[in-house]
């Protein structure tokens, strides 16, 4: 959604005079006018230095309007950012000069003429570009790309756009029957590759001590270089919420003494309060600070060393093929975080080395190098498997894997078989919830507490759960629910407590079948506090029940269907086709919020979250003020509009004389600093390239610009309107349209906002929702694709852009 208050010029905001049609084109305002002349039309261009901005104001009259945008695009360039880096000033002198050349109506000159004036429009006499000594010095005259060196450009790109199609392996096309299964480790006999190779893992590097000395009762301790890789840990986390955890800081704490206590160098630390990290903590800040003020150039160095490192690991050969590995880092050492209150956070996440990994890969394929001095654990050939290696990390002993991307044939494959058992369930569901529904009065207990269980995964999308280990998370899904975890409030309504999956606090009052309440007030007096609800349920019985009543279901396929079903249903009942795009995008996060409010897909509100609302309600204030403006503009020019569009006569809302006046302050100040950055930047880039310097008298005639801003800012403020000669009536309208449409979709990004601050949309679109019914909705709807997918899941999900228009789930 282009909502930014970048998408208007500045010199609307601030400028009393509306800038004209060409302006519009340099400063991407509004749509191109059919009569705005083609820039490729031009085939001579002039660039003009950023240092001789002055000199070129005063003669650009002798520079054609197509040429003059060309000129403006690639100071924009230079400039090595976004047009926000173009000074407030600078767009200002550059607006007049093309309101010059617009100052007469084009549609007064007639046809031939025209043609005339844009054929003659296509050079520049060298007289003229010479014709001061000091702009001839400064002034570089260079021939602009001709329409066939363009054409050329324009077919190399499609060239290699169609190559990368050409190379993408279509998978779902194919008509084969051994596609993956559910789960990507394999092992349901399906043969999934003849060969296989790859490069291994990328492990991190070593430790490099730094010789800072934290402190422990007042006094520097000298730690070995094991020792304080674990206390640096700690104290790049200091400041943080994790750091002033206490049961982070007691399991850290724990570790590091186990740590110190391996090597009799090490000091003997008692107690965590007399434990000061800060020295080592205020190192880190420094280094931060050091790495921000890293020029480009070195930045730059820096990335193409690490991708120089990264790309033998980037790709897999599978068949023949090519493809994408996902992540194939072998993850630092470090303090487990975990999510929510998970009772292991804080502990040590040791170093892996390559002895504890395990490769798989083709009979016939090459070994990868390791780290010097050490060898593979094992390598194995299991062609049933879809991982590339495997180890396992200490925290909570369970295995990782490496797998190809997210975009890969075998994820897409598994994807595909997801989504299809899902849909499939639809052809079932009635009779399994008839089936269950009679089961809730079953004489048996355990029939009783399978269809009890049933009927909380089927409407309320709760996991199966699993057995769980004293050491484990005490998390729980429906299996697993012990006594104190509900709550029955008579008739009807069940109170839901406890920790769900990645120790997500799971919290919910619903309202159930009258049975189902029965049912549960009966097992929880069979139990007693403490005990599982489910006492004779277990989730391997649960699928091996749900299996007979349909080929493959499990507990987790009611999730995906639900989930894929409420989409679809909102999405249906949401959206309207005269809606505008915001408010189709609006229409598709509620949907998506339905569904991750009905999986439990909760984060917390972000720290910033405040602070982006208010900077979104100074952004409506923005364009309220840019409307008060052309308002009083349209009013000055024709008095009887207020009684015509009684909607106009209206002041804008939140508009108070301070509010107007620190805003023009701090447009001001911001304008002052993007001068001084651009002109920076220039410098930095000239003295990269061996050219001479931009004087500081530029910039002194620069920020005068600023200034004269300045003055015209309190002049609107004091009342004086002043209106572009060539403004009409009907232009302004236009912008005043084009203003209400931009402040109804930022009012719509601040309700969507505000709605999903502590909901995450992320996890159903990639895992839940079967992206058929987006990719459907996006083409009935004519919404792009890439507004509600990311360009990562656009790839994940290519299989489903060849369906039917009319598909649904």
């Known amino acids: 959604m282009s909502d930014s208050e970048d998408d208007i010029p500045l010199s609307q905001i601030n400028n009393g005079p509306i800038i004209s049609k060409a302006s519009t084109l340099i400063l991407n305002a509004a749509p191109i006018d059919d009569s705005t002349p083609d820039p490729s039309e031009a085939r001579t261009s002039v660039t003009i230095s950023a240092s001789q901005d002055k000199e070129s104001s005063e003669d650009s009259d002798d520079i054609p309007l197509t040429q003059r945008k060309q000129q403006l695009e690639t100071e924009k360039t230079l400039a090595s950012d976004s047009d926000d880096d173009i000074p407030l000033a600078d767009k200002r002198a550059a607006t007049k000069q093309i309101m010059k050349q617009e100052s007469s109506d084009d549609d007064d000159i007639p046809l031939a003429k025209k043609r005339k004036v844009q054929a003659k429009a296509k050079e520049v006499p060298v007289s003229k570009v010479a014709s001061s000594p000091k702009r001839a010095a400064s002034t570089v005259s260079t021939p602009a790309p001709s329409k066939k060196a363009k054409k050329d450009e324009v077919s190399k790109k499609k060239l290699k756009k169609e190559e990368e199609e050409r190379e993408i ?34 492990f991190p590097p070593e430790y490099v001590p730094h010789g800072i000395q934290m402190k422990y009762d007042g006094k520097p301790v000298t730690l070995t270089p094991e020792a304080e890789e674990v206390a640096s840990f700690f104290a ?31 000091p003997r630390l008692e107690r965590f309060d007399k434990c000061d990290f800060t020295p080592i903590w205020h190192q880190f800040q420094l280094d931060k600070e050091r790495k921000k003020q890293l020029t480009k150039e070195e930045k730059l160095k820096l990335k193409e060393e690490r991708q120089k490192i990264e790309e033998p690991f980037l790709f897999a050969t599978v068949d023949g093929r090519k493809e994408q590995i996902g992540n194939f880092r072998i993850e630092p050492p470090g303090l487990f975080r975990g999510r929510g209150d998970h009772p292991k956070t804080g502990r040590l996440k040791r170093r892996v080395y390559p002895e504890q990994v395990t490769l798989n890969l083709g009979k016939e394929s090459p070994i990868p190098p390791t780290l010097p001095g050490h060898k593979w654990g094992k390598i194995v050939h299991d062609q049933q498997a879809t991982w590339l290696a495997t180890w396992k990390e200490n925290i909570n002993d369970t295995s990782k894997y490496v797998f190809l991307a997210p975009n890969s044939s075998w994820k897409g494959q598994s994807d595909m078989k997801k989504f299809d058992k899902a849909r499939e369930l639809k052809n079932y569901v009635d009779k399994i919830r008839a089936s269950y529904t009679a089961d809730l ?9 399978r269809a009890t269980a049933m009927y909380l995964i089927d409407r309320l999308a709760l996991r199966a759960g699993n057995e769980k280990g004293d050491e484990e998370a005490d998390t729980v899904g429906c299996c697993s629910l012990r006594y104190e975890h509900v709550t029955l409030e008579p008739p009807n309504t069940v109170h839901f407590d406890f920790l769900g999956k990645d120790s997500i606090r799971y919290e919910n009052t619903v309202q159930v079948d009258h049975q189902v309440f029965k049912n549960l007030k009966l097992f929880q007096n069979q139990v007693g506090e403490g005990h599982a609800i489910f006492d004779r349920l277990t989730t391997t019985g649960l699928n091996k029940h749900l299996n007979s009543c349909m080929p493959g279901l499990s507990a987790k396929v009611f999730r995906t269907y639900n989930a894929s079903f409420t989409c679809q249903q909102q ?76 909607d106009l006569a209206e002041d804008e809302s939140d508009l108070d004389d301070d509010w107007i006046m620190q805003h023009d302050i701090d447009t001001i100040a911001k304008e002052r600093e993007k001068v001084q950055t651009k002109f920076h930047k220039q410098n930095e880039k000239r003295k990269a390239d061996g050219e001479p310097l931009q004087p500081d008298s530029e910039l002194k005639d620069r920020l005068a610009k600023v200034e004269d801003l300045k003055v015209q800012l309190d002049k609107e403020r004091g009342g004086d309107i002043s209106v572009a000669a060539n403004m009409t009536v009907h232009k302004l309208l236009d912008r005043i349209a084009r203003l209400d449409d931009r402040l109804n979709a930022t009012k719509i990004q601040a309700t969507d906002k505000e709605e999903n601050k502590e909901i995450s949309l992320g996890t159903s679109k990639m895992n839940y929702i079967d992206p058929r019914i987006i990719v459907a909705w996006c083409r009935s709807y004519d919404v792009p694709m890439e507004k509600v997918y990311s360009k990562t899941l656009v790839q994940k999900f290519r299989w489903a852009q060849d369906i039917p228009d009319d598909w649904k789930f």
């Open 169 to 202: 392996y279509r998978w779902w096309e194919e008509q084969t029957s051994q596609r993956a299964g559910d789960n990507e480790d394999g092992g349901d006999g399906v043969i999934r590759w003849t060969e296989l190779s790859h490069y291994g893992v990328l």
């Open 236 to 266: 790049a986390l200091l400041e943080s919420d994790h750091g002033k955890n206490p049961t982070f800081q007691k399991n850290f704490f724990s570790d590091f003494r186990e740590v110190l206590a391996k090597n009799p160098k090490n």
């Open 441 to 449: 009065k079953d004489k048996l207990s355990e029939v009783r507490q």
């Open 571 to 646: 999405l249906d009942r949401l959206t309207n086709a005269d809606d505008t795009l915001p408010d189709k995008i609006l229409s598709f996060n509620r949907a998506n919020r339905e569904v991750a409010v009905l999986c439990n897909h909760q984060r917390a509100a972000s720290k910033s979250h405040a602070q982006q609302m208010v900077k979104i309600e100074d952004k409506i204030r923005t364009i309220k003020y840019q409307r008060m403006k052309l308002r009083k503009q349209l009013f000055s020019l024709d008095a009887s509009i207020k009684k015509k569009r009684p």
